[in-house]
Every structure is written in structure tokens, then in C-alpha cells.
């Protein structure tokens, strides 16, 4: 009989110990979920930053065809990260510094600039964390 109660408390002992683990575990990816999508850094643009960027996106919009718009659109891309320079805000770590612009309205989706640690390939589609959608990567 003791044995059978001994038994019965030790499984629920590690069912509840396994438990504990779970939920550990559950809390740690929530964590990383949050530093991953903070490691995105954006920083209101300023005016040069602005104007970079604009001159950057008419070449950008003036070589875009109508066939490679309508490709973006089949793969449900709505911006695209346009290069823009640096101020006196962006981290030295930066390697990249974007803006982005719709596809449709071809005007700034908000005033920020995005900060990236690894220069983007210009022509690719890129998932950003942080970011809502999928991006297309222009010039």
C-alpha cells in the first residue's frame, strides 16, 4: 500500500517537475521572441535622411517594370526597404540603414529609419523581425 502511495506521488512529483520545465522553456523562447524583434533599431529620420531616400526610391521606381511590380504583388510584398544615409543617431554597428516605401503609393509608409546589422542584398525579398510583412529590398 505505501509502495503503490509512494509511487503516486513520486509521478506526480515529475509530472509536475516536467511541468515546471515546460513553462520554463515557454518563457525563454518568449524572451528571445522579444530580443529578436528588438534587435531591429529604428530612429526618426531626419531631413537629409529623407531626401536620401526619396532620390533613392524615384531611381528605384523608374526602373521598376510592371511585370516584376505585379510579381511583388503575387507574393504579397507591400514595401520596400530603400538605402538611405547615415546621422548621428545610427549605430556604428549598422552596417545598413533603410526606409521604407510603399509599392503602391510610392511615398515613405513612416518617418523612421531602420538600422540593420548585415548589409541587404538589393533585388531580394526580405523577413525582417520587427517588421509586420515581408519586404522587397531596393536599391
Not at 503503490?4 to 521572441?33: D, E, H, N, Y
Not at 538611405?84 to 513612416?110: F, I
Not at 548585415?118 to 523577413?127: D, E, I, M
Amino acid at each position: 500500500m505505501k509502495s503503490g502511495i509512494f509511487k503516486t506521488a513520486g509521478l506526480a512529483f515529475c509530472i509536475g517537475l516536467s511541468t515546471l520545465m515546460a513553462f520554463a522553456w515557454g518563457q525563454q523562447t518568449f524572451i528571445r521572441t522579444i530580443q529578436t524583434q528588438t534587435m531591429l533599431i529604428r530612429h526618426k529620420a531626419t531631413e537629409e535622411q529623407r531626401r536620401a531616400a526619396e532620390t533613392n526610391a524615384k531611381a528605384f521606381f523608374s526602373q521598376l517594370t510592371q511585370e516584376k511590380k505585379s510579381e511583388l504583388k503575387k507574393k504579397k510584398i507591400k514595401t520596400v526597404l530603400i538605402r538611405t544615409v547615415r546621422s548621428k543617431e545610427t549605430s556604428p554597428a549598422a552596417k545598413d540603414v533603410r526606409m521604407r516605401y510603399s509599392l503602391e503609393g510610392e511615398s515613405l509608409v513612416d518617418d523612421y529609419t531602420y538600422e540593420f546589422d548585415t548589409p541587404l542584398q538589393s533585388g531580394t525579398v526580405a523577413k525582417t523581425s520587427g517588421l509586420p510583412d515581408p519586404e522587397y529590398v531596393g536599391l
